[in-house]
DNA sequence: ACGCAAAAAATCGTATACAATTTGGCATCT
DNA sequence: AGATGCCAAATTGTATACGATTTTTTGCGT
């Protein structure tokens, strides 16, 4: 129906607005890795820092435990999610499942407009890919992930495109764990070479390049097992 | 690893324990049709119902409001969801989109004793199905839930299992909104071409299958807007 | 000094209390 | 009689309070 402006900040549904801006923030914090794994997210410390009372701030973490980007531990408190190996799998596994589909469905339905809305988004990410500094950084994550969220959004499915943010969100503290080059986000290249299969109606060899292209992330992972996070074993190497 | 006995139960994670029960509680008597769509949920009513406070009563209704299966309005209270018809399609859109691939997983790792288990789970369906009453009719839409989320659960991917879970609870909705025949599942003997196919290694038409089927449930819906429970609408026809 | 036990502090789990908003009813006016 | 405005009741939004559990500190004995 309309452009690429579906579904996402949802009207006005989820309930109360402080728990909303907590949960965004916090969520924000997590996936430009301003929060690293394993931090601990007190109750109180949120409420806080938010000027709420603890009431929102849990809301806000268990809201956020959902989406399984924090891991509440009974009678221990919140914590930002510490992704094992196997989770980090299961992720990547849960993209290839579903990312071409969304692929197909948004490459039926796309418009030329947006088209041209996704090639604006990629230049954006060049453009930050080429600055320096932790701000131009975590834009750049932001951006990569971005380019996901827009194909989700353009499918018209606003449930896949939840699952998605879910994914996407995920997918950064598994990177930010696991890994290994310095370069940041994903190879963008790749995403521009999506956008250009779309454009020519080449559904098969879209799919084939997301598949290359979330292989070629999950390629970049050292999926071993870490223990919190500074002890003995970080000495050992 | 272990055949069927994933992490379906969430071993301990999920904070407190009250809240569990309670959203475990409604979500069944939701997905049972017990709680028809619409119907207003009270949190003093529901934390009375349970003998808990509010404060439980209300986190458990969000937390079903953020799978979808209950809707919370600002200032107004909980409700049971009512889907729109485009809801609706979007629910069936994303199962066509993402079981194939689960199919696909799970027969690529299932055991022998997997399938066994399935095909118990469908001769508890066919009696179900043979028996009259309510309580069997309501163990009958679970049933046939759980052919689809024990599928997911052979994938061994516990993330797409989540998902899973979610969309054949709203399924139910769906159905129960918009279902026209008076049989209450899906066709149950599809449910065994599939697991036959599994079997023969047949990867291709078991997925062929399975999109068959559920465009069968779908084709079973009669998606027109309808508005609150009974007003003008209801008469006109 | 080191280890262990008990107390103190911090933090979570749940209930209750109060403020804000909505809903329904009654009186009044046209 | 019907519509309108205002007040009371009910319900949600948020904060605070209290009990339970965990963690840290402290102090003693070996």
């Known amino acids: 129906m309309n452009p690429t402006s579906s579904a996402l900040p949802t009207p006005d549904e989820p309930t109360e607005t402080g728990t909303r801006q907590i949960r965004d923030a916090i969520r924000?914090?997590?996936?430009?890795?301003?929060?690293?794994?394993?931090?601990?997210?007190?109750?109180?410390?949120?409420?806080?820092?938010?000027?709420?009372?603890?009431?929102?701030?849990?809301?806000?973490?268990?809201?956020?435990?959902?989406e399984g980007l924090v891991s509440v531990e009974k009678n221990r408190g919140a914590f930002v999610a510490y992704p094992?190996?196997?989770?980090?799998?299961?992720?990547?596994?849960?993209?290839?499942?579903?990312?071409?589909?969304?692929?197909?469905?948004?490459?039926?339905r796309i418009t030329q407009s947006q088209i041209q809305h996704l090639r604006q988004l990629l230049l954006e990410e060049s453009r930050l890919i080429g600055e320096r500094g932790q701000t131009a950084r975590r834009a750049e994550i932001k951006a990569s992930g971005d380019?996901?969220?827009?194909?989700?959004?353009?499918?018209?499915?606003?449930?896949?495109?939840?699952?998605?943010?879910?994914?996407?969100?995920?997918?950064?503290?598994?990177?930010?764990?696991?890994?290994?080059?310095?370069i940041s986000s994903c190879g963008h290249s790749e995403h521009g070479d999506i956008v250009s299969a779309?454009?020519?109606?080449?559904?098969?060899?879209?799919?084939?390049?997301?598949?290359?292209?979330?292989?070629?992330?999950?390629?970049?992972?050292?999926?071993?097992e870490r223990k919190g996070q500074g002890l003995k074993e970080a000495f050992d190497l």
Not at 41 to 50: M, P
Not at 52 to 64: F, N
Not at 154 to 180: D, K, P
Not at 198 to 224: F, G, T
């Open 28 to 66: 924000d914090a997590i996936v430009e890795r301003r929060l690293s794994p394993g931090t601990k997210l007190s109750e109180s410390d949120v409420g806080n820092l938010f000027n709420v009372s603890r009431t929102l701030a849990r809301a806000a973490l268990q809201a956020l435990s959902y």
């Open 147 to 182: 380019f996901h969220l827009t194909l989700a959004a353009i499918s018209g499915n606003t449930i896949m495109q939840r699952f998605m943010e879910e994914l996407v969100a995920r997918s950064s503290l598994v990177i930010a764990l696991y890994g290994q080059s310095t």
């Open 84 to 108: 094992s190996p196997d989770e980090a799998r299961q992720i990547f596994a849960a993209r290839r499942l579903i990312e071409p589909g969304i692929l197909r469905e948004a490459a039926a």
């Open 198 to 224: 779309i454009e020519n109606k080449d559904l098969d060899r879209a799919c084939h390049l997301m598949l290359h292209h979330i292989a070629h992330i999950e390629a970049d992972l050292d999926l071993r």
